[in-house]
């Protein structure tokens, strides 16, 4: 009980985290899909880790971790595209518009894929106990 509460906990501070992380970036890929999704896929993006840190069985908590470093690492290198061209958190824009940018914003989208396809297992693995 006071673990799971610790983890809800946890995965506040860390969804809190990477929310403020993207608020230095958020363009039109961010705007699109609040808007064509009517807010539900950046809600269940955030929302799903908080439930699953109170409800998820112990043995998942790794997994639940490494949900956690994808998400950070989604939040910090996810390439958005603002009026300006791209933005990358951290980044000005001409890095972001570099080399740099293109190879931080290939680890932000193979990150945000990881970080969907661990949520579903955790999902399926919480719902299955």
Same mark, same amino acid.
């Given at each position: ?24 970036? =958020?363009?039109?890929?961010? &705007? ?5 999704? @009517?807010?539900?896929? +950046? #809600?269940? /993006? =955030?929302?799903?880790?908080? &439930? ?5 069985? @112990?043995?998942?908590? +790794? #997994?639940? /971790? ?64």
């Amino acid at each position: 009980m006071v673990a799971s509460i610790a983890m809800g906990v946890f995965q506040i501070a860390v969804v809190g985290g990477a929310l403020r992380a993207r608020g230095d970036a =958020i363009g039109w890929f961010t &705007v699109f899909a609040v808007l064509v999704t @009517l807010g539900t896929l +950046p #809600l269940f /993006l =955030i929302v799903t880790p908080v &439930v699953l840190g109170f409800t998820a069985p @112990l043995p998942a908590y +790794p #997994l639940l /971790l490494g949900a956690d470093i994808l998400l950070v690492l989604f939040a910090l290198c996810f390439m958005d595209v603002g009026d300006n061209g791209p933005m990358i958190p951290r980044l000005d824009h001409r890095a972001a518009a570099g080399a740099e940018g293109r190879r931080r914003g290939r680890i932000g989208f193979w990150a945000g894929a990881g970080y969907a396809a661990t949520l579903v297992v955790l999902i399926v693995w919480t719902l299955r106990t």
